[in-house]
């Protein structure tokens, strides 16, 4: 855990986690409200670790590109509502996100 000035919106300094991720299969998905129902978009990754060293990027350091492809997994996350904060895992399956979200109600989109 680092702190680092946030340089934004007049607040005290945060506490962040900063790592270099990991190479492997993994899955990046988001929750979004559309008012009258939560919808998860979701996509199966290949994760990448960074090939340079981010000493001034004080956040987790971790790429990935979609399964599905570059362009077809970024029209599709766009077109189902997407959004730019999201939950990365090297731990969890495509099945294991389908299988909550049917318990909880959640309508996902597997791109």
């Known amino acids: 855990v680092e702190v ?3 340089g934004i919106g007049d607040r005290e300094d945060p506490a962040r ?3 270099d991720g990991s190479d492997g299969d993994a899955v990046d998905l988001t929750i979004s409200d559309f ?3 939560f919808k998860m978009v979701m996509y199966e990754v290949e994760g990448k670790k960074p090939a340079e ?3 001034k990027l004080p956040v987790a350091r971790q790429l990935w590109t979609p399964k599905a492809g570059f362009y077809e997994g970024v029209q ?7 959004g ?6 090297f731990a969890v399956t495509a099945e294991q996100i389908e299988d ?3 318990m909880a109600g959640i309508e996902v989109v597997k791109i």
Not at 76 to 82: H, Y
Not at 84 to 89: A, K, L, N, R
């Open 4 to 6: 680092h000035p946030l």
């Open 17 to 19: 986690l900063v790592f």
């Open 35 to 37: 008012g009258d129902k």
């Open 53 to 55: 060293a981010a000493p």
């Open 76 to 82: 599709k996350w766009i077109e189902n509502g997407g």
């Open 84 to 89: 730019h904060h999201t939950v990365f895992s």
């Open 100 to 102: 909550f979200a049917k």
